[in-house]
C-alpha cells in the first residue's frame, strides 16, 4: 500500500502532471480566495469548488475531478455579463483564468492526468475501506498497473513514465 502511495505523490512530480496540477491549484485558488468570483461562480451552480488539505495524499485526484465535474459552470462564469462587468476582469491574472478556464487543451490534459491517477486513486481508497484484506488489495494493485497500461487518453510514454516510478519506488 506505502508503494501506491509513494507511485501517487511521485506521479505528481511527473512534468506534464504537474503542469496541469498547478493550472488546476491556481485556477481553485483563485476562484476560493475572490468572494466576488465566488458569487458569480454560485450563480451558475449548485455544486461548490472543492479545496482540500494540500497535505492529503489525493490533493490532485479531488482536484481534478472537481474541476471535471463542475467545468461547465466555470466557464459560464468567465463569460457571463457579471464577469465582464466586474471591475477587476480586465487584470492579467483574470484574463488568465478566463483562458484556463476556455481552454480545450487544459481540459483534455486533467482527462488525461485523471485517466492515469484514478487506478491509483482506486487502490488507496481500498486500504481505508473496513474489511480490505491483503489479497484483495494485491488483487486491486495488479488491476491498477493493468488499466495503466491501457489508458486510453495518455500516450505510452506518459503511462510508461507512471509505471516506472512505481519500479523505482520497488527498490
Known amino acids: 500500500m506505502m508503494m501506491y502511495v509513494w507511485m501517487f505523490l511521485f506521479a505528481g512530480k511527473l512534468s506534464w502532471v504537474k503542469d496541469c496540477t498547478q493550472k488546476a491549484s491556481s485556477l481553485v485558488t483563485f476562484f476560493t480566495q475572490q468572494g466576488k468570483v465566488l458569487a458569480m461562480f454560485r450563480e451558475h451552480s449548485k455544486l461548490e469548488i472543492k479545496k482540500p488539505a494540500t497535505s492529503r495524499s489525493a490533493y ?25 462587468n466586474w471591475d477587476e476582469s480586465s487584470l492579467e491574472e483574470s484574463k488568465s483564468i478566463q483562458r484556463l478556464c476556455l481552454n480545450e487543451e487544459f481540459l483534455e490534459n486533467e482527462k488525461a492526468v485523471l485517466n492515469i491517477l484514478t487506478p491509483i486513486y482506486r ?19 495488479r488491476r491498477a498497473i493493468d488499466d495503466i497500461r491501457v489508458a486510453t487518453l495518455v500516450t505510452m510514454e506518459q503511462a510508461n513514465e507512471v509505471l516506472e516510478v512505481r519500479n523505482i519506488v520497488n527498490y
Do not use: Y
Request: net charge neutral.
Open 60 to 84: 490532485m485526484w479531488i482536484v481534478l475531478s472537481c474541476l471535471l465535474e463542475i467545468r461547465i459552470p466555470l466557464r459560464q462564469t468567465v463569460v457571463s455579463p457579471l464577469w465582464n
Open 123 to 141: 487502490v488507496l481508497r481500498m486500504t481505508d475501506c473496513e474489511g480490505a484484506t491483503l489479497g484483495l488489495i494485491i488483487h486491486m494493485m
